[in-house]
Nanobody, 121 residues
Framework: QVQLVEAGGGLVQAGGSLRLSCAASGGTINTYSMAWFRQAPEKDRDFVAVITWSGNTYYADSVQGRFSILRDNAENTVYLQMTSLKPEDTAVYYC???????????????WGQGTQVTVSS
């Protein structure tokens, strides 16, 4: 069973950058679609970005042009490069893997524990 562990969250000022990582163990992610979601306090979990097994990428409108999702199958890791961060990007960011019926809505089968990103104004 694949397990996912996110890292790289932290506190950053508005306009800054962070790179999140999602490292997989217990199996390969090569054939999975890999996605990032986020959940702000008292809000639903929202789609952020996804990269398919073939490398196609899709983004939420709110992060288009600022975030980039990349996968390194050799390292069994997926990254989320975040630039021009805004206070409204503050959330817990979750990595997910699966073969969802819908890339934006899932369902995804495997989830990480999340990493906190806080953007100060």
């Amino acid at each position: 069973q694949v397990q996912l562990v996110e890292a790289g969250g932290g506190l950053v000022q508005a306009g800054g950058s962070l790179r999140l990582s999602c490292a997989a163990s217990g199996g390969t992610i090569n054939t999975y679609s890999m996605a990032w979601f986020r959940q702000a306090p008292e809000k639903d979990r929202d789609f952020v970005a996804v990269i398919t097994w073939s490398g196609n990428t899709y983004y939420a409108d709110s992060v288009q042009g600022r975030f980039s999702i990349l996968r390194d199958n050799a390292e069994n890791t997926v990254y989320l490069q975040m630039t021009s961060l805004k206070p409204e990007d503050t959330a817990v960011y979750y990595c997910a893997a699966g073969w969802p019926a819908n890339l934006y809505h899932g369902p995804y089968d495997i989830w990480g524990q999340g990493t906190q990103v806080t953007v100060s104004s």
